[in-house]
């Protein structure tokens, strides 16, 4: 199983993207792109967009592994997104932290033990991604309309932010793109992104 678009989106709204290296503070190593950390990342490296995205592409196979090892049980679509979203933020320990010997049912609610940081600010911002990733590990939205390209989207609010995300970045698609979204999709991104500025 990969990530699904949706997944992706998620965790590009939270990790963010930087085209330079940077060292948040309390971190061992610099980060680059959307989040992508580890020795290879030297404090003067830089890079583009299609950099960036391709190096996520890549960084999630290995969290996908991950998930997959890790799981107990069958995963949805949902369930697996939401769950590369939870380790890309906190690594395989964790993860195993919050799946080994729980039942499905039980990992649900764990999502929300995991927001421990030495920063208040970072603090909120753990407890509103692990929020938005239980939700979409709860959510059931296989029989919901998805959109295909940004021309679907009849609310022109919704479709003019569709398109921003997609110059931005957030959301896959060139100009009109190619999409996989449904409603609540984009506004739990759009949401996110507001709670973020706050």
């Known amino acids: 199983m990969h990530t699904s678009q949706r997944g992706v989106d998620l965790i590009k709204s939270f990790e963010g993207l930087s085209l330079h290296a940077v060292k948040l503070q309390g971190e061992q190593y610099w980060t680059i792109g959307y989040g992508h950390s580890g020795p290879d ?47 890309y933020n906190g690594g395989p320990g964790m993860l195993r932290q919050l799946v080994k010997g729980h039942p499905k049912q039980a990992v649900a609610d764990r999502f929300l033990l995991f927001t421990g940081s030495a920063s208040e600010l970072y603090r909120e911002g753990l407890r ?45 698609g060139k100009g009109q793109g190619s999409l996989d979204l449904t409603e609540d999709m984009l506004r739990t991104l759009l949401m996110a992104e507001r709670l973020l500025k706050r």
Request: aromatic share 10%; with cysteine; glycine share 2%.
């Open 41 to 87: 990342v030297a404090p003067d490296q830089s890079m583009n967009q299609a950099q960036a995205e391709a190096l996520l592409r890549r960084d999630l196979r290995k969290f996908e592994r991950w998930v997959t090892q890790y799981a107990p049980w069958p995963v949805s679509q949902n369930e697996f997104d939401a769950l590369v979203s939870f380790c």
């Open 128 to 172: 509103r991604r692990r929020k938005l990733e239980r939700a979409l590990f709860l959510e059931e939205d296989s029989n919901m309309e998805r959109w295909k390209t940004t021309d679907e989207i009849q609310d022109l609010y919704l479709r003019r932010e569709a398109q921003r995300l997609v110059r931005e970045g957030v959301l896959a």
